[in-house]
């Protein structure tokens, strides 16, 4: 090929994302190859909110394309090691990146991160969320979310998390600022031990990440205080909402989306993106969804987009507040 030919082709690709004269695939119209393995990495362990959600999209997306997904558990650095290797990936759309609200937050706690979240990565599908609830040992007498909105401003009360910066430090920390409050966060090296303490009595609170708290007030070993949602709880219906009680302002979902390489061209995202609406919105994977903690909440690639400006913006505010530092 002549040099005038590569500065062109290289000018389109600027211009579109697309390489002029790439094969239809590249330019997204036959997305995906018929041969193509997709990997989905999830960057943490297996069998948390993020695992569970990705490996059932996976499932259904190699069902629908005919084509192999594997997932791919990267965990480490806050869910920063997988976000890297997916940004630095090649962006044919064989290499996807679940995300939650922990990586709006990294954008503030890691400013000097190998790779930029908002130019290297490029949403794809906004999926579910999982709304925090606020979970006490049973033998607490703490029985409300205004008990605790009034005992954490009289006497110091502690409150475990899975990690500094995740979903449950996160949200304890809007509570302390909208609270006036300072309670003191107990960071742990995952959500189990931070329960298995909570119904101990070592620590006073939890504003937890949905699936692990909802057995053990179903077991009767915890009491919900509250849901940090709009709407009550299907399978908790006597549990009030934050805004019912006493604290509106305090509504946090710890979501899950997809992200793709920024390279990756329009047609195939817009492709992707509508898919994985398709499957998260059939009846009975909504049903599932919310069996396991979920509510589905579909959005595309424009739309997830603004959504992570928000959230983004949002988080930057509360962890500025609050000193946060990552572990």
């Keep these: 090929m002549k040099r005038r030919d590569l500065l062109q082709g290289a000018a389109a690709l600027t211009a579109t994302g697309t390489l002029a004269g790439a094969p239809a695939w590249a330019q997204g119209s036959d997305y995906p190859r018929p041969d193509a393995t997709i990997r989905y990495v999830v960057p943490f362990p297996p069998g948390g909110l993020t695992d569970v959600m990705a490996r059932q999209i996976g499932q259904q997306l190699g069902e629908h394309w005919k084509v192999s997904v594997v997932v791919d558990n990267k965990p480490g650095g806050n869910g920063q090691i997988g976000a890297d290797l997916v940004a630095k990936a090649a962006p044919d759309g064989n290499t996807l990146l679940a995300i939650t609200l922990t990586h709006a937050a990294n954008v503030t706690l890691f400013p000097k991160s190998p790779f930029s979240f908002q130019k290297d990565l490029r949403p794809v599908a906004l999926l ?62 995952g959500g189990a031990p931070s329960m298995t303490d909570l119904i101990g009595g070592q620590l006073d609170v939890i504003f937890s990440n949905f699936p692990e708290s909802i057995p053990h007030v179903k077991g009767g ?56 609406l398709k499957i998260v919105s059939a009846s009975d994977f909504e049903a599932r969804a919310r069996q396991q903690g979920f509510v589905v909440d579909a959005r595309g690639p424009d739309r997830f987009a603004a959504f992570l400006t928000e959230e983004i913006a949002r988080w930057a505010r509360v962890i500025q507040t609050a000193n946060i530092q990552p572990s």
């Design 221 to 276: 070993k915890l009491r919900a205080l509250a849901i940090a949602s709009k709407a009550r709880y299907p399978s908790l219906p006597e549990v009030p909402t934050t805004a019912e009680a006493g604290m509106p302002e305090l509504q946090v979902e710890n979501w899950t989306g997809m992200m793709a390489p920024a390279g990756m061209p329009d047609a195939a995202v817009r492709k992707l993106g509508a898919e994985v």
């Design 128 to 189: 579910a969320g999982s709304p925090m609830l606020i979970v006490v040992p049973e033998a607490s007498p703490i029985r409300t979310l205004k008990d605790l909105m009034e005992q954490s401003r009289m006497r110091q009360l502690n409150a475990g998390s899975s990690g500094n910066g995740t979903p449950p430090h996160l949200t304890l920390a809007l509570f302390n600022d909208l609270n006036k409050s300072s309670i003191q966060h107990v960071p742990y090296k």
